[in-house]
């Protein structure tokens, strides 16, 4: 049973950066896709983009281009979704997924709040 | 992009009840490649339905899912005290962006 383990709440000030990891298990972590997805408070789901371990493939939404990176450790089989340039807009919490197309299995969420 | 209107916004009904949860799309969503999530406070999206009308592992029979081009449904045939919660519809015909619906609260 593939289980996806995410780092903890994070507080950030607005124009600094977050790093959010994912960690798997139950599974060889180059046998699927990771995708990232938020939800901030009071609103919907947001697709933020995929990446492909084993490929190193990444494609991500034009909203967060430039800002978004994905990033996988094999040896540890963990996934990470490193933001920069934060603002308040960008507090929600912050889900990894398996999958490409749809998602079966998701991380537990990380709240990441950007204050001042 | 293809943006995904759902209806109602909340849905008010009572255990027992049969739920219809509408999607509806910009554009035509190919192939029916349209899924449904249940999300329930402080936890994480639960898949429900993919391919629009098939059900992901150990979903109960009282969840199905119809539809295709523009229009989509999510049926719950009778409603249990733990489906009250927010349904999300999700495409993945047009990528990128996959994108959500604004959601469904099925409350009592």
């Known amino acids: 049973q593939v289980q996806l383990v995410q780092s903890g709440a994070e507080v950030k000030k607005p124009g600094s950066s977050v790093k959010v990891s994912c960690t798997a298990s139950g599974d060889t972590f180059n046998n699927f896709a990771i995708s990232w997805v938020r939800r901030a408070p009071g609103q919907g789901l947001e697709w933020m983009g995929e990446f492909i371990p084993m490929l190193g493939t990444t494609k991500y939404a034009q909203k967060f281009q430039g800002r978004v990176t994905f990033i996988a450790d094999d040896a540890t089989s963990t996934a990470f979704m490193v933001l920069i340039s934060l603002r308040s807009d960008d507090t929600a919490v912050y889900y990894c997924?398996?999958?490409?197309?749809?998602?079966?299995?998701w991380g537990q969420g990380t709240m990441v709040t950007v204050s001042s | 992009e293809i943006v995904l209107t759902q209806s109602p916004a909340t849905l008010s009904l009572s255990p027992g009840d049969r739920a219809t949860l509408s999607c509806g799309a910009s554009q035509s969503v190919s192939s029916g490649n349209l899924a449904w999530y249940q999300q329930k406070p402080g936890l994480a999206p639960r898949l429900l339905i993919y391919d629009a009308s098939s059900r992901a592992t150990g979903v109960p029979d009282r969840f199905s899912g119809s539809g295709s081009g523009t229009d989509f449904t999510l049926t719950i045939s009778r409603l249990e005290p733990e489906d009250f919660a927010v349904y999300y519809c999700q495409q993945y015909g047009s990528s990128p962006p996959l994108t959500f619906g604004g959601g469904t609260k099925v409350e009592i």
């Open positions: 997924a398996r999958g490409l197309r749809f998602f079966d299995i």
